[in-house]
Structure formats: C-alpha cells, structure tokens
C-alpha cells in the first residue's frame, strides 16, 4: 500500500549550520520508506495541492511526481527573485540555491536552462564586478582573488587584464589611494608597500609607489 507524510518544521526551528530549516517528505511503497528533505516553500505548496485536490497526491508515486514539479518551479522563482535584485555567477547562485534546500539536480537543471537564455552570464557578470571594483580602487590580483571566490576564473575573460588594467595606469591609480593616506616616517616604505599590495596591486607597481612617495616625503 502507497501512502505518504509531510512534516514541516516547527515554528522557530534553528537552522542546520548554513542550511535553512526544512521540511521532510515520508514516501511508503511496497513496505519500504523513503524520506526526503525539502524546503519549506515546496512542502506548503505540496500540502496546500493536496488539501484542495486530493486526487492529484492519492499516492506516493504521484506525491513524488508533484513535489518534483513543484520544486522546479519554486527554484526558478527563488532565482529570478533574486536575479531581481542584483546579477550573481552561476557559482554564486548554485551555493544560494543549495543553501534554500533545493535539490541539486533540479538547481542544475535551471542553471543550464538561465545559462542558455542570457538570465545568467558569467562573463557579463566578471566585466560588470571588475569595472565596479577598479572603480573603487581595487588592483588586478585582489579582483582576481574575488572572482575566484565567486566562482568565477578571470582568465578565461576575454580581454583580460590588459583592457581594464595597464601598467601605467595602475601606477597612477595606486598611487593617488596610497597619497591620500599618511604614513608615519618609521618604516614608511616597507608600510606603504603593505598597503598598496593590500588593495590587490602587483609588487612592482606597490614598491614603485613605496619610492614615490618615499622620495617626496624627504
């Protein structure tokens, strides 16, 4: 005999590490049981279904149909809710997807399905995040750092570094971030070094720096 059990979490259950609370789906088929782990947001939907259609989960089979169908479209809508308001990588928007509880087939299957569609871009994503960062005074190798984190190699953009960064340039522009700071005469050079280099430029360019303004400091 099919039968089937959905269990939500009670109000105010803590979250498993980074994972959100979910709700858990028992199928009975054929005197085995599985259970499965869904999130919140399927198994009320799932429930509500069931409560108004009863014929549309009369069985465990059925049930794991539904909840499949149910979960693809609730993972398409998490996305697009938050593609609403701002861009991610793929990479950032899998882990966000994972993290809501949804299965990792089903989050695969969408992110090839925005992928193929322009919904996500992980070269419109990289050339957007690095013109906003050299805007804010970051240097080539912490972007580069940053897009690793997210999932995204650098490298692989076309254009990359030499049409956002050049060595002239990244003198001048660190330069002007380290003259608006003030270093104390002990150790000055080996200070600003650390800095420069701290806001992601080269060593080169970070102890070209270090000598300017070592030099008009004198």
Same mark, same amino acid.
């Given at each position: 005999?099919?039968?089937?059990?959905?269990?939500?979490?009670?109000?105010?259950?803590?979250?498993?590490?980074?994972?959100?609370?979910?709700?858990?789906?028992?199928?009975?088929?054929?005197?085995?049981?599985?259970?499965?782990?869904?999130?919140?947001?399927?198994?009320?939907?799932?429930?509500?279904?069931?409560?108004?259609?009863?014929?549309?989960? /009369?069985? =465990? %089979?059925?049930?794991?149909?539904?909840? &499949?169908?149910?979960?693809?479209?609730?993972?398409? *809508? !998490?996305?697009? $809710?938050?593609?609403?308001?701002?861009?991610?990588?793929?990479?950032?928007?899998?882990?966000?997807?994972?993290?809501?509880?949804?299965?990792?087939?089903?989050?695969?299957?969408?992110?090839?399905?925005?992928?193929?569609?322009?919904?996500? /871009?992980? =070269? %419109?994503?990289?050339?957007?995040?690095? &013109?906003?960062?050299?805007?804010?005074?970051?240097? *080539? !190798?912490?972007? $580069?750092?940053?897009?690793?984190?997210?999932?995204?190699?650098?490298?692989?953009?076309?254009?990359?570094?030499?049409?956002?960064?050049?060595?002239?340039?990244?003198?001048?522009?660190?330069?002007?971030?380290?003259?608006?700071?003030?270093?104390?005469?002990?150790?000055?050079?080996?200070?600003?070094? &650390?800095?420069?280099?701290?806001?992601?430029?080269?060593?080169?360019?970070?102890?070209?720096?270090?000598?300017?303004?070592?030099?008009?400091?004198?």
């Amino acid at each position: 005999m099919e039968s089937w059990e959905l269990n939500l979490p009670k109000r105010g259950e803590a979250r498993l590490g980074a994972r959100k609370a979910r709700a858990e789906l028992v199928l009975s088929e054929e005197g085995s049981e599985r259970r499965l782990s869904i999130p919140v947001v399927v198994a009320k939907r799932l429930k509500g279904i069931a409560d108004e259609r009863p014929w549309a989960a /009369d069985s =465990a %089979r059925s049930v794991m149909e539904l909840e &499949r169908d149910l979960e693809r479209k609730c993972c398409s *809508e !998490r996305a697009e $809710s938050l593609l609403n308001r701002r861009d991610y990588s793929t990479a950032e928007m899998r882990a966000k997807l994972l993290e809501d509880g949804f299965y990792g087939p089903v989050v695969d299957e969408y992110l090839r399905r925005a992928s193929d569609v322009g919904l996500l /871009d992980d =070269a %419109r994503y990289a050339d957007a995040f690095i &013109r906003s960062k050299v805007s804010s005074g970051w240097g *080539e !190798r912490k972007v $580069s750092a940053a897009l690793r984190a997210r999932g995204v190699d650098a490298g692989c953009l076309d254009g990359w570094p030499f049409e956002y960064f050049d060595e002239v340039n990244e003198f001048e522009r660190a330069l002007q971030i380290a003259s608006r700071k003030t270093f104390s005469e002990r150790n000055r050079f080996s200070k600003v070094v &650390r800095f420069v280099m701290g806001r992601g430029f080269s060593g080169a360019v970070a102890y070209g720096v270090a000598h300017k303004i070592c030099d008009d400091a004198e």
